[in-house]
């Protein structure tokens, strides 16, 4: 019954009431009534639509940006009537990976001759790459009678969005593998100055290495490498959320990339070595940004966290740290069972996500996250 009683056909019967009150008592008082609701009533269904008949969206842009931050993307509201338009809701429709995500905007007034950019509104709150699919506009002043819509397709703008870094507390004391390329010391010795040693420059060597007395005698570049070189290299390996998971910013496996990233920036920052293994990408990565860009594209894939995971062990030297990162401690089991092949070989650590499903529901996303620690693995110490 309630269906039925919507506040439409609850206004028609209204007017068809007072149209017949008229005609049978033809009362001016009754006339009014009827012309004042007859009159609103029109109004409520022809206004919403006379609105939105000549607005206009103009839309694109495409780059990267950071979880919660503003993207730069031009999302631009005219009224190309003489007439002003109420209470527009600007709908944005986004495309990831199988997900439909909407990001709805209300516009209080767009007068003629003054568009509305809405672009530096437009704030993610999960990493992935987004795509824009269409605009909607919907308008129901001055009663939500009847809502007009307006749908813009075509329109060409994607933005990369990178997982926000989670603060990762890593252990001081890490093992210590061999560098060859001679780029890093152990933090204990320091940045010293015993560039002794030289050999020939590799694509990715820092400029200020070259040693140019050298490089012109043997007729190539040449470069200066630490005597004695060595730090601690971390070989991440992060288990990407499941496809029910992907896109939802409170999810623990979208939380566990985030921890992901976090713990490759501090690692660099302390003057660590870091290979993250990210699915879908073949090699290690090295730099921070690659990671990011890596991270933010990955999407759910079951098994390519067994087979990441199995690269790293199989390159593993003397000296690496194996770092899992995990959503959640029950994927224990999962991981146990993967480096049962081999078992007490390498020095083993996780890393879990403070965000778990133990934890209240009602937690905001906006709370500033509890750091991550790296732990040895419980099988593995």
């Given at each position: 019954?309630?269906?039925?009683?919507?506040?439409?056909?609850?206004?028609?019967?209204?007017?068809?009431?007072?149209?017949?009150?008229?005609?049978?008592?033809?009362?001016?008082?009754?006339?009014?009534?009827?012309?004042?609701?007859?009159?609103?009533?029109?109004?409520?269904?022809?206004?919403?639509?006379?609105?939105?008949?000549?607005?206009?969206?103009?839309?694109?842009?495409?780059?990267?940006?950071?979880e919660g931050d503003a993207c730069n993307l031009t999302l631009t509201v005219e009224q190309r009537g003489?007439?002003?338009v109420f209470?527009?809701?600007v709908q944005t429709h986004w495309e990831w990976a199988g997900r439909r995500i909407v990001l709805r905007h209300v516009v209080p007034v767009l007068r003629p001759g003054r568009p509305r950019d809405l672009g530096e509104r437009m704030r993610f709150n999960c990493r992935g790459h987004y795509r824009l699919r269409e605009v909607r506009l919907a308008c129901g002043f001055p009663l939500g009678l009847m809502e007009a819509r307006r749908a813009f397709g075509g329109i060409d703008a994607a933005f990369l969005v990178l997982p926000k870094a989670s603060?990762?507390?890593?252990?001081?004391?890490?093992?210590?593998?061999?560098?060859?390329?001679?780029?890093?010391?152990?933090?204990?010795?320091?940045?010293?100055?015993?560039?002794?040693?030289l050999r020939d420059y590799e694509p990715g060597d820092p400029v200020r290495r070259i040693h140019w007395r050298a490089s012109a005698r043997a007729g190539h570049l040449v470069v200066q490498q630490y005597l004695q070189s060595g730090s601690p290299l971390l070989r991440v390996v992060p288990r990407l959320p499941d496809a029910d998971e992907v896109g939802v910013p409170t999810s623990p496996g979208e939380q566990a990339v985030r921890v992901a990233a976090g713990l490759c920036r501090q690692a660099l920052a302390d003057g660590l070595r870091v290979r993250a293994y990210v699915a879908g990408v073949d090699e290690p990565l090295?730099?921070?940004?690659?990671?990011?860009?890596?991270?933010?594209?990955?999407?759910?894939?079951?098994?390519?966290?067994?087979?990441?995971?199995?690269?790293?062990?199989?390159?593993?030297?003397?000296?690496?740290?194996?770092?899992?990162?995990?959503?959640?401690?029950?994927?224990?089991t999962e991981?146990?069972?993967?480096?049962?092949?081999f078992a007490n070989e390498f020095t083993v650590f996780m890393c879990v996500a403070p965000v778990s499903e133990s934890q209240p529901k009602n937690r905001s996303f906006d709370a500033e996250p509890r750091a991550a620690r790296v732990m040895p693995w419980p099988q593995h110490r």
């Open positions: 019954m309630e269906r039925w009683l919507s506040k439409p056909r609850v206004l028609l019967a209204l007017v068809v009431a007072l149209l017949l009150a008229t005609m049978n008592r033809r009362d001016p008082l009754i006339y009014g009534m009827f012309l004042f609701t007859g009159t609103l009533g029109a109004l409520a269904w022809l206004l919403p639509w006379a609105s939105l008949r000549r607005v206009v969206v103009r839309s694109g842009g495409a780059g990267e940006v950071r003489w007439w002003p209470m527009i809701e603060p990762v507390v890593v252990p001081p004391e890490l093992p210590v593998s061999h560098d060859d390329r001679g780029l890093q010391v152990t933090r204990r010795l320091g940045n010293s100055n015993e560039l002794g040693a090295g730099g921070i940004d690659e990671i990011d860009r890596a991270l933010a594209a990955a999407a759910a894939s079951p098994s390519a966290f067994g087979a990441s995971l199995t690269q790293a062990c199989n390159e593993m030297q003397e000296g690496d740290c194996l770092v899992v990162v995990v959503p959640t401690a029950r994927c224990a991981v146990d069972a993967l480096l049962q092949a």
